[in-house]
C-alpha cells in the first residue's frame, strides 16, 4: 500500500496548503511590500519611499507609547491568567481533602467548571460591553458596589491610571475559563496514582502542585505561555471597544495604532503596514522566545 | 521521514509558493496607470439634461446607515428614477464606508454617489490628495431642478460651498445644515426658574445656583471630550473674530495659543476647577451622557443639532430641548451673543473614477431639489443646505429651536474646518488633549500647550496634504 501514499497526502494537504497561501502567507507578503511605500490606500499608485516608514516609526511616540503598554501586558498577562488557571484547575480536579479518601475536586466541581467556561462562549465585543457597564461610573456594578460600603467611586475608564488597568483585567478574566478547561483536561492525564501515593507521603496541597502538577503538566502550560504572550502582543477588540486607547492615549495598543492609522483618523495603509510588520517580527520573537525559555526535558508516562 | 527532511521540503515549498505568492500581491496594490477601466457613461448635453446624463445608464447609491437610516436615499433614487426611467439604480448601506469600499477604489471601480460619513469614515484628506474624489463645480452652474431662474449654486445656504472646498475645488457635497451649541431643558429651566445666561459670568453664577439645587450644571461625552473644544472654540471666536477660527484651520504657528484661545480656555476652567462636572462624566461616551442629561443629573450638554434625533428614544414628553449660543466673555467681544456655529456636514461624493459621473452629479441635483430637500428634512427631522427647505415641514420642537437660533444668528455663524482637513488632529490629537482639560488633570496653559504640539506635528508631517483658506 505504500505506492497509495503520496495521492492521499496530496489530496488532503494540497487544498488548505494553497488556502493558506492564498489566505495568509500572500496578505504578510503583501504587507511587506506595501510598508515600503507610501501608499494611501485608496488608488491603485503606490509610491515606493524605500525605509522611510520604519525611520519614521523609530520616532513615533505615539508608537512606543503603544509598544510599552503591549509590554506591560506581555509581563502580566500570561503570568496572572496561568496562575489562576492552574490555581483553579488544581481546585477543581483535587482540591477536596476533606470526607471522602481518595482524590477529587472541591465540592461543585461540576458548576464551577461551566462557570469558568462561561466567558469563553461569549463574543470578545459582548465582553467588552458588558464590562464597559460594569466600570460605569455613576451606575455600574462596580461603583455600585464600592459606593454601597462606603468607599470612594473611581472613573475607572475615564482616568488614566486606571483605565489600561481595568482592560488588563478583563483580559485576563475572559481568558483564564480557557486555560482551566486545558489544565483540568491536561491533569486528568496524570496517573492518579502519583497523586494517591504524594496524599500517603503526607504532601500538602501546594507541595502537590509544586512539585507533581506543574512539572507534569509543563508541556501544557508552555503552550498556555505562547498563545497569551501572543493575545497580550494583540488586545486590540478590548482596547479599541473598552477605551479606544484613551484617556489620552494611556490604554493604547500597537494593533489599535495600525488600525487607527489605516482605517482610523488617517488612511496611511503604508505606515500601517510598517507597523504590521514590526509587530510581524516581535510577534515571532516572543513565540520563538517563550519555546526556547520554557524548554525542559519532556516526562512520558509509561 | 526526519525531521530535517521536513525543514528542506518546507523550504523548499516555500520557494516555490513566493513567486505565486508575488503574483497575488501584485493585485493589490500594482497595476497602477490602468485608468480606462471599462468605458464611461456620458449622454448628450441639452437644456433638459445639463450634465449630460446617459438616460439608461445604470446608477449605484452607497448610503451610510447611521442616524438618518437609509429611507431618505430611497426616495431621492425614486426621484431620480422617475426622471430617467430607464436607469437601472443599485442601492446598497453600510456602516463601514471605508472597509467596503477601500477595494473598489483601488481596482478602480467604486460606485457613482457614497456618503462617505459615521466613524468608518474614509478620511477626506487621503481621498483628496490621491485625486480620488470628482469636482462638483458643474453642478453648482447648472440649474436647479425645481426652483425657475436659479443655478444649484443659488439655492443653497451660505457656507455651504466652503466647507466642501480643498483648494477652490468643490469636491465634498454636505448634504445637512449642522448648528453647535449649548443644550439645555426649557422645561427643567422653567420649573426652577432659571434663564439662560447671555454672559459668562451670569453663566457661571448660573452653575453655583443649579449646583444648589442638587444637579449637576454640566456634563459631557468623557470619552469623547471633543465635544468639549467645539463650545471652547466658539467661545474664542466670539471673543476675538473669525481669524481665531481661519488661523487654526491653516496651521498657523501657535494658533492654539491666541490670545482669544487663552482668554476662553481660562474661562472655561472655572467650570472644571469649581466642579460643575457631573461626577464620573470623564467615564461616559457621548450615549451615556446624553442620556444622563435627558435624566436631568446635568443641567448643560454640547452637542450639534442631531442630539435631538439621537435622543428620540430616552427624551422623556416635554422636555423640550432648546440650543443655545455659548455665553458672550464680556462686552469686548468681536461677534455677538446671538453668533452661532453652523456649517454644512454630511458629506456625501461622486468618485473620481465613477463609471456614471453625470449620472452621480445628477443625483445630487436631485437631492439638493426643493423636492429632495423637504423630503429629507420631514424624514429625519434635520435641516439641509437648501434655502427654504423647512417650508411647510412641521418641525420637532428642538429642530425648531436650531431654526430660530440660526436665524439670529444670521451673518454672524461661523465656522472652522480643521477636522475636515486633518481627521486625526481633531479625533486623536485635540481630543485627548480636551480629555485631560476638562476632567481637571491639566491647566489651561498646558491644555493649549498640547493641541499646539499636535497641530504642529501635523504640520510638520510631509505625508499630509495641507490646505489653506482665506475666509
Aim: with cysteine.
Amino acid at each position: 500500500m505504500r505506492h497509495g501514499k503520496y495521492p492521499l497526502i496530496v489530496t488532503f494537504l494540497v487544498p488548505p496548503v494553497l488556502l493558506y497561501v492564498v489566505f495568509v502567507v500572500s496578505p504578510y507578503l503583501q504587507t511587506f511590500q506595501i510598508s515600503t511605500t507610501s501608499w494611501l490606500g485608496y488608488s491603485a499608485e503606490a509610491d515606493p519611499v524605500g525605509l522611510a516608514n520604519f525611520t519614521a516609526l523609530l520616532h513615533d511616540g505615539r508608537v512606543w507609547n503603544a509598544l510599552k503598554n503591549n509590554a506591560v501586558l506581555l509581563a502580566v498577562v500570561p503570568v496572572l491568567t496561568i496562575t489562576l488557571g492552574l490555581f483553579f484547575s488544581t481546585m477543581l480536579s483535587m482540591g477536596g481533602r476533606k470526607g471522602r479518601a481518595g482524590v477529587t475536586g472541591v465540592r461543585g466541581t461540576a458548576v464551577y467548571r461551566m462557570v469558568y467556561f462561561f466567558p469563553q462562549v461569549l463574543s470578545v465585543v459582548i465582553i467588552a460591553l458588558l464590562w464597559k457597564e460594569v466600570y460605569h461610573p455613576n451606575s455600574g456594578l462596580l461603583n455600585g458596589a464600592l459606593r454601597a460600603v462606603g468607599l470612594p467611586a473611581p472613573t475607572w475608564l475615564g482616568d488614566p491610571r486606571t483605565a489600561f488597568w481595568c482592560v488588563l483585567a478583563v483580559m485576563v478574566w475572559s481568558n483564564v475559563g480557557f486555560y482551566v478547561v486545558l489544565f483540568g483536561a491536561a491533569m486528568s492525564a496524570i496517573p492518579r496514582d502519583i497523586y494517591e501515593a504524594v496524599l500517603l507521603d503526607g504532601a500538602s496541597r501546594w507541595t502537590t502542585l509544586r512539585r507533581i502538577t506543574i512539572p507534569l503538566l509543563w508541556d501544557t502550560v508552555q503552550v498556555a505561555w505562547i498563545y497569551l504572550a501572543i493575545a497580550a502582543l494583540d488586545g486590540f477588540i478590548l482596547i479599541q471597544q473598552m477605551t479606544n486607547g484613551g484617556p489620552n492615549f494611556s490604554s493604547d495598543v500597537i494593533g489599535l495604532r495600525m488600525y487607527e492609522t489605516a482605517f482610523g483618523s488617517e488612511s496611511k495603509f503604508g505606515y500601517a503596514s510598517a507597523i504590521g510588520v514590526v509587530l510581524f517580527f516581535l510577534t515571532l520573537s516572543v513565540a520563538v522566545l517563550a519555546l526556547r525559555t520554557a524548554r525542559r526535558d519532556r516526562i512520558e508516562y509509561s | 521521514m526526519n525531521r530535517r527532511d521536513i525543514l528542506r521540503r518546507t523550504a523548499a515549498a516555500g520557494l516555490l509558493a513566493t513567486p505565486a505568492a508575488g503574483l497575488l500581491a501584485g493585485c493589490a496594490t500594482g497595476g497602477g496607470g490602468d485608468d480606462d477601466k471599462g468605458e464611461t457613461y456620458k449622454g448628450t448635453k441639452s437644456e433638459q439634461n445639463p450634465l449630460g446624463v446617459k438616460e439608461d445608464a445604470p446608477l449605484e447609491v452607497v448610503i451610510f446607515n447611521g442616524g438618518f437610516g437609509e429611507d431618505y436615499a430611497k426616495a431621492h433614487e425614486a426621484m431620480y428614477k422617475e426622471k430617467y426611467p430607464k436607469a437601472e439604480i443599485k442601492h446598497s448601506a453600510t456602516q463601514e464606508i471605508n472597509k467596503t469600499l477601500q477595494p473598489r477604489f483601488v481596482d478602480g471601480t467604486p460606485p457613482d454617489v457614497v456618503n462617505n460619513s459615521g466613524a468608518g469614515q474614509i478620511d477626506f484628506n487621503g481621498l483628496v490628495s490621491q485625486n480620488a474624489i470628482a469636482d462638483l463645480r458643474e453642478l453648482l452652474d447648472a440649474p436647479s431642478l425645481d426652483v425657475p431662474g436659479k443655478t444649484v449654486r443659488d439655492t443653497l445656504l451660505p457656507g455651504a460651498v466652503e466647507v466642501g472646498s480643498y483648494d477652490g475645488n468643490f469636491l465634498v457635497l454636505n448634504y445637512t445644515y449642522t448648528a453647535y451649541g449649548i443644550w439645555h431643558s426649557t422645561k427643567l429651566f422653567g420649573e426652577r426658574g432659571w434663564q439662560y445666561a447671555k454672559t459668562w459670568d451670569e453663566h457661571i453664577a448660573l452653575c453655583k445656583q443649579i449646583k444648589a439645587a442638587g444637579i449637576a450644571p454640566w456634563t459631557y461625552a468623557g470619552k469623547h471630550p471633543r465635544y468639549m473644544s467645539w463650545p471652547l472654540i466658539a467661545t474664542a471666536i466670539k471673543f476675538g473674530g473669525p481669524s481665531v477660527a481661519t488661523a487654526i484651520d491653516n496651521l498657523e504657528p501657535n494658533a492654539w495659543k491666541s490670545d482669544a484661545m487663552k482668554t476662553a480656555a481660562d474661562a472655561w476652567y472655572q467650570i472644571v476647577k469649581d466642579k460643575y462636572i457631573l461626577d464620573g462624566s470623564p467615564g461616559l461616551d457621548h450615549v451615556q451622557s446624553q442620556t444622563a442629561w435627558c435624566q436631568g443629573k446635568a443641567a448643560f450638554i454640547s452637542c450639534g443639532s442631531w442630539l435631538e434625533n439621537e435622543q428620540k428614544k430616552v427624551t422623556p414628553e416635554g422636555f423640550n430641548m432648546t440650543i443655545q449660543p455659548t455665553p458672550s466673555l464680556g462686552s469686548g467681544d468681536k461677534l455677538p451673543f446671538e453668533a452661532l456655529r453652523g456649517t454644512a456636514g454630511e458629506p456625501f461624493m461622486v468618485p473620481a473614477k465613477a463609471k456614471n459621473l453625470a449620472g452621480g452629479l445628477e443625483y445630487f441635483r436631485v437631492m439638493l431639489s426643493k423636492k429632495g430637500a423637504q423630503d429629507f428634512t420631514r424624514k429625519v427631522s434635520s435641516l439641509t443646505v437648501v434655502a427654504g427647505s423647512t417650508e411647510g415641514v412641521e418641525l420637532p420642537f428642538g429642530l425648531d429651536t436650531v431654526v430660530k437660533a440660526l436665524d439670529a444668528s444670521g451673518s454672524n455663524g461661523f465656522n472652522w474646518v480643521y477636522n475636515n482637513y486633518y481627521r486625526k488632529l481633531e479625533r486623536e490629537l485635540v481630543d485627548a488633549a480636551c480629555g485631560e482639560f476638562f476632567s481637571g488633570r491639566t491647566s489651561p496653559a498646558d491644555f493649549l500647550d498640547q493641541c499646539q504640539k499636535g497641530a504642529d506635528s501635523i504640520a510638520q508631517d510631509s505625508s499630509i496634504k495641507k490646505y489653506k483658506r482665506t475666509a
